[in-house]
């Protein structure tokens, strides 16, 4: 059987570097190896690329960066050549690469940036494209088709640097407090507040602007979150439903990271019926924005039964405690047979390019 050469990217420019770290090395420690040849890629934390040959426990640790390890690296752009360039002072030459899994989180990862590069350079990805991923890590436009397709949104509203503060305010108390405010285009809930009162919008705004240059004020809705793992291109294949129980406040980083008071639970505690539809709606959401491979599609299920969308994770984290495995552990998916049917599905011709 042919071994096929998977390019593991991870780290990158963006706050979520440290996860995607994590979820890296989990892809790595469950990679089949007998199928899959390894080649990690590290993106260091201001940019630079390179090969990491040393041992994957050093990535876990973020140890992996250093002159002893790594050589400076870069894809051909040669759609003809699927290679990693090797550019290091006295260690040219290059590394087949058959397949790249991009394990990278937020901006200048998940974004369609890094996507549109691997496709430029023709070799299969295992993942969304370029297009589904920068429109779903944009909340103001992934709403907009959404909602065109008849799933409710979140009612909300977009702001650019050098906004009318009374429009901003004019709309936020139109909406009813609390709302939620956030960066348009970031990831794991950064920059991401909870505003309660009047008081404390403008300072949540300047916090969001911290993070993008446009920012999304939204209402908040009554009920809680659902997430549906979906798997696939042509059939589509859903893991079980998973609910986030809060005690308090919002899945924000530390609770999503940590869960320190907050808890998973897959299946989620609903009646059979409403999972079903939450399958059903996921799958329209995951078409609606040309996902392709994975996502993670999540929502939110009202006190009448209603689900409301709130955003897609075109890279959600990959532990093998994170949300995406687990919802497809319980629907009799192993980690390992995930990342192999991911990978299968990559040589397939997974994205829509």
């Known amino acids: 059987m042919k071994k096929y050469h998977v390019a593991v990217l991870f780290g990158g420019c963006s706050p979520e570097y440290t996860v995607s ?8 420690e469950n990679l089949d190896k007998e199928r899959f040849v390894p080649v990690m890629v590290g993106i260091s934390r201001e940019g630079s690329w390179y090969c990491f040959r040393g041992a994957i426990q050093k990535i876990k640790e973020d140890l992996w960066c250093n002159g002893e390890d790594c050589v400076p ?29 991009p394990v990278l989180h937020g901006q200048n990862g998940e974004d369609g940036t890094v996507q549109g590069l691997v496709e430029l350079a023709g070799i299969p990805l295992a993942g969304c494209g370029a297009l589904s991923s920068a429109l779903c890590m944009d909340k103001d436009r992934a709403h907009r088709l959404v909602s065109a397709v008849g799933v409710r949104v979140p009612k909300g509203r977009t702001f650019l640097r050098g906004f009318n503060r009374q429009e901003l305010f004019a709309f ?30 403008m300072q949540a705004v300047s916090r969001a602007f911290s993070y993008d240059g446009e920012v999304i004020v939204e209402e908040a809705i009554d009920g809680f979150e659902v997430g549906c793992a979906v798997l696939g291109t042509g059939e589509l294949v859903t893991g079980e439903v998973d609910e986030v129980e809060l005690a308090g406040g919002f899945f924000d980083f530390t609770e999503k990271y940590t ?46 039964g209603e689900v409301v969308f709130n955003e897609v994770n075109t890279i ?30 990559a040589l397939e011709g997974g994205t829509f390019a």
């Open 259 to 304: 869960l320190k008071t907050s808890a998973i639970h897959v299946p989620a505690r609903i009646d059979g019926k409403w999972a079903e539809e939450i399958k059903k709606i996921a799958k329209v959401i995951y078409r609606a924005l040309g996902c392709s491979v994975f996502a993670r599609v999540d929502m939110f299920l009202t006190p009448g």
């Open 172 to 201: 936020a108390r139109d909406t009813g407090y609390p709302v939620y405010v956030k960066p348009v285009r970031a990831g794991s809930s950064f920059g991401v507040t909870k505003v309660e009162e009047e008081e404390g919008l």
């Open 21 to 28: 770290l994590q979820s890296a090395y989990a892809v790595l």
């Open 73 to 101: 690296a870069m894809l051909s752009l040669d759609r003809g050549s699927h290679r990693l360039l090797l550019t290091g002072e006295g260690k040219g030459g290059f590394l087949p690469v058959d397949i790249v899994f």
């Open 316 to 345: 959600p984290g990959f532990t093998e405690h994170s949300r995406y495995p687990g919802m497809m552990r319980a629907a009799q998916i192993s980690f390992p047979q995930l990342l192999t049917r991911i990978l299968e599905l």
